[in-house]
């Protein structure tokens, strides 16, 4: 949370808050959202203002005529922040992601402004290899939480105040949140009314008429592009202190002395510092960490830091299954077992039935001899066997049993060609009375092997880090724990990995565990039968 640095009046809040920006709400809703169709602008920051000229003939959006934001978009666009979609749409009413406002937002600072960079950062998130620069200078810029931080969600009003904000870089203190004449914040933290608080008196954002915010309300594009066009007018002219961005070559802790680069710098007693993004303490830094601070009356106030990663990125993994029992030699029969019935002599006689073998033509199945007067489930599994084979002639292939223990029908294909896979699919009103379902039961086309699994490690350990790895089958449920150190390799990963399920008694009883540079193999040390493995690995 930023250390806020200038107050804010109860009165300001209070008395002219709504009147004040009441002007800033049109009956159309333009209340200062929006969203930005933006590829990442690769630029890592040059300072300098960069002016894009548009010939006007090319603003051509179909659907932005006459639209309230239809000036305010052209402006965005002229200045390459915001783009239209290749249909030569905006879709202006469209919920901007999470994502899209802060391609908006770092499109525009990197036009404007000197951002921190760091070619060593990774983020663990699921994002399209476009916007891997825009998140990785937002999150290295604090401009945005990781933890708060959902590519593909809908941008909030909320979400967007913080963006705004923290693209301004504030540093700021006593601010009094507590006049906030809003009727529907009452569930907002005390940072999050701060922010908003700040917000508003930057002119950044607005309340609707009926003294609301509706902070969880999603941004339009049109909404975004009102947002980002107000911080445009509010970068570089809004005194927050001077920021000092580099590496720290040297840290002195008694004497209170941080040297970022060749310069030397005193340091606050009351310094507030957070390291990858969570609040911290000044003996915590380290030499060759990034480092944005902060001073004010020569002295370093507040101290952003990372090392070469962040804490919250994630090793990547891929799980893939190898066998699942069978190879490709010999032939395994398809077997379909229904559940446990209340009678097992059912009267079929006015039932349907029908059957398909190997995926070929469904045949029909004459039951009019299953009529309930059978002595037992083995005799209706006798009659249903030779129904079934009257149905399909010199296809018939199917054994027909009944399970007197487990009171269940079996169904059984047999002497199947060897060249394709064998299957049963029973359809019709029959099947409930037997236990039945309408899926397809198939066989394997091999013979008895060991199942097999494997986990690769596809990145070293951007921090350090626990995992839990759960490994579970039709016998056994077992979790391990692997502690991984900042900057592990692969291969280091994949050895710990190992280890920890070697040193689990029931998995390593089960499987053989194998390493093989950044894989680890899992193979089941019984032939011929499909265990339904499950891996699956998650950070603690």
Request: no cysteine; net charge negative; aromatic share 8%.
């Given at each position: 949370?930023?250390?806020?640095?200038?107050?804010?009046?109860?009165?300001?809040?209070?008395?002219?808050?709504?009147?004040?920006?009441?002007?800033?709400?049109?009956?159309?809703?333009?209340?200062?959202?929006?969203?930005?169709?933006?590829?990442?602008?690769?630029?890592?920051?040059?300072?300098?203002?960069?002016?894009?000229?548009?010939?006007?003939?090319?603003?051509?959006?179909?659907?932005?005529?006459?639209?309230?934001?239809?000036?305010?978009?052209?402006?965005?666009?002229?200045?390459?922040?915001?783009?239209?979609?290749?249909?030569?749409?905006?879709?202006?009413?469209?919920?901007?992601?999470?994502?899209?406002?802060?391609?908006?937002?770092?499109?525009?600072?990197?036009?404007?402004?000197?951002?921190?960079?760091?070619?060593?950062?990774?983020?663990?998130?699921?994002?399209?290899?476009?916007?891997?620069?825009?998140?990785?200078?937002?999150?290295?810029?604090?401009?945005?939480?990781?933890?708060?931080?959902?590519?593909?969600?809908?941008?909030?009003?909320?979400?967007?105040?913080?963006?705004?904000?923290n693209a301004l870089g504030a540093d700021f203190e006593d601010v009094d949140d507590s006049k906030l004449y809003f009727g529907d914040i009452t569930s907002l933290t005390s940072e999050e009314k701060e922010y908003l608080s700040y917000a508003l008196l930057q002119s950044l954002v607005a309340g609707y008429e009926d003294k609301t915010f509706k902070p969880n309300k999603p941004v339009t594009r049109a909404e975004m592009a009102v947002f980002v066009n107000r911080l445009l007018g509010k970068v570089g002219q809004v005194d927050f202190g001077n920021h000092v961005k580099g590496t720290i070559s040297?840290?002195?802790?008694?004497?209170?002395?941080?040297?970022?680069?060749?310069?030397?710098?005193?340091?606050?007693?009351?310094?507030?510092?957070?390291?990858?993004?969570?609040?911290?303490?000044?003996?915590?830094?380290?030499?060759?960490?990034?480092?944005?601070?902060?001073?004010?009356?020569?002295?370093?106030?507040?101290?952003?830091?990372?090392?070469?990663?962040?804490?919250?990125?994630?090793?990547?993994?891929?799980?893939?299954?190898?066998?699942?029992?069978?190879?490709?030699?010999?032939?395994?029969?398809?077997?379909?077992?229904?559940?446990?019935?209340?009678?097992?002599?059912?009267?079929?006689?006015?039932?349907?039935?029908?059957?398909?073998?190997?995926?070929?033509?469904?045949?029909?199945?004459?039951?009019?001899?299953?009529?309930?007067?059978?002595?037992?489930?083995?005799?209706?599994?006798?009659?249903?066997?030779?129904?079934?084979?009257?149905?399909?002639?010199?296809?018939?292939?199917?054994?027909?049993?009944?399970?007197?223990?487990?009171?269940?029908?079996?169904?059984?294909?047999?002497?199947?060609?060897?060249?394709?896979?064998?299957?049963?699919?029973?359809?019709?009103?029959?099947?409930?009375?037997?236990?039945?379902?309408?899926?397809?039961?198939?066989?394997?086309?091999?013979?008895?092997?060991?199942?097999?699994?494997?986990?690769?490690?596809?990145?070293?350990?951007?921090?350090?880090?626990?995992?839990?790895?759960?490994?579970?089958?039709?016998?056994?449920?077992?979790?391990?724990?692997?502690?991984?150190?900042?900057?592990?390799?692969?291969?280091?990963?994949?050895?710990?990995?190992?280890?920890?399920?070697?040193?689990?008694?029931?998995?390593?009883?089960?499987?053989?565990?194998?390493?093989?540079?950044?894989?680890?193999?899992?193979?089941?040390?019984?032939?011929?039968?499909?265990?339904?493995?499950?891996?699956?690995?998650?950070?603690?």
């Amino acid at each position: 949370m930023k250390a806020w640095r200038q107050k804010i009046l109860p009165t300001i809040l209070a008395g002219t808050l709504t009147v004040s920006f009441a002007a800033a709400v049109s009956a159309k809703g333009n209340n200062g959202n929006g969203n930005g169709n933006g590829n990442a602008n690769k630029q890592k920051g040059n300072g300098h203002s960069k002016e894009v000229k548009v010939d006007s003939r090319y603003f051509q959006f179909t659907d932005l005529k006459k639209h309230w934001a239809e000036n305010t978009v052209k402006v965005m666009v002229d200045k390459s922040i915001i783009k239209g979609y290749p249909d030569h749409t905006f879709r202006p009413n469209k919920p901007v992601t999470q994502l899209e406002a802060l391609t908006m937002v770092i499109n525009l600072l990197t036009q404007n402004e000197d951002l921190l960079t760091d070619d060593d950062f990774y983020y663990g998130g699921d994002i399209p290899d476009w916007a891997e620069d825009t998140v990785k200078l937002a999150l290295v810029n604090h401009i945005v939480d990781a933890r708060e931080f959902s590519p593909n969600k809908p941008a909030t009003r909320l979400f967007v105040v913080k963006l705004l904000v923290n693209a301004l870089g504030a540093d700021f203190e006593d601010v009094d949140d507590s006049k906030l004449y809003f009727g529907d914040i009452t569930s907002l933290t005390s940072e999050e009314k701060e922010y908003l608080s700040y917000a508003l008196l930057q002119s950044l954002v607005a309340g609707y008429e009926d003294k609301t915010f509706k902070p969880n309300k999603p941004v339009t594009r049109a909404e975004m592009a009102v947002f980002v066009n107000r911080l445009l007018g509010k970068v570089g002219q809004v005194d927050f202190g001077n920021h000092v961005k580099g590496t720290i070559s040297d840290i002195d802790v008694d004497d209170e002395e941080l040297t970022i680069g060749s310069k030397t710098y005193e340091v606050a007693d009351d310094v507030t510092v957070k390291i990858n993004g969570k609040s911290s303490s000044f003996d915590s830094l380290s030499e060759g960490m990034k480092i944005d601070a902060i001073l004010k009356d020569g002295e370093i106030r507040t101290i952003y830091a990372y090392g070469t990663s962040q804490e919250y990125g994630e090793v990547k993994f891929a799980i893939e299954k190898i066998s699942d029992g069978y190879d490709s030699d010999e032939l395994d029969e398809a077997v379909k077992t229904g559940w446990e019935v209340r009678d097992s002599t059912p009267d079929l006689s006015d039932k349907t039935m029908w059957i398909s073998l190997n995926g070929g033509t469904a045949r029909s199945i004459d039951l009019s001899e299953i009529d309930g007067t059978q002595k037992n489930g083995g005799d209706v599994a006798e009659a249903l066997e030779e129904a079934i084979g009257r149905a399909l002639g010199k296809d018939d292939r199917v054994e027909v049993s009944f399970d007197s223990k487990q009171k269940r029908f079996v169904f059984q294909t047999d002497n199947s060609p060897d060249d394709e896979v064998p299957s049963i699919k029973l359809a019709g009103s029959a099947l409930s009375d037997l236990g039945m379902d309408n899926k397809i039961a198939e066989g394997h086309l091999g013979k008895d092997a060991a199942e097999a699994w494997k986990i690769t490690v596809k990145s070293k350990a951007p921090a350090d880090q626990k995992y839990i790895i759960k490994v579970e089958d039709e016998h056994l449920e077992e979790t391990v724990e692997v502690n991984v150190d900042d900057n592990d390799t692969a291969e280091e990963i994949a050895d710990k990995i190992a280890d920890a399920l070697k040193d689990n008694n029931e998995i390593y009883r089960a499987y053989k565990v194998e390493v093989d540079d950044e894989t680890v193999t899992l193979t089941s040390r019984e032939n011929g039968e499909d265990l339904g493995l499950e891996i699956k690995i998650s950070k603690k």
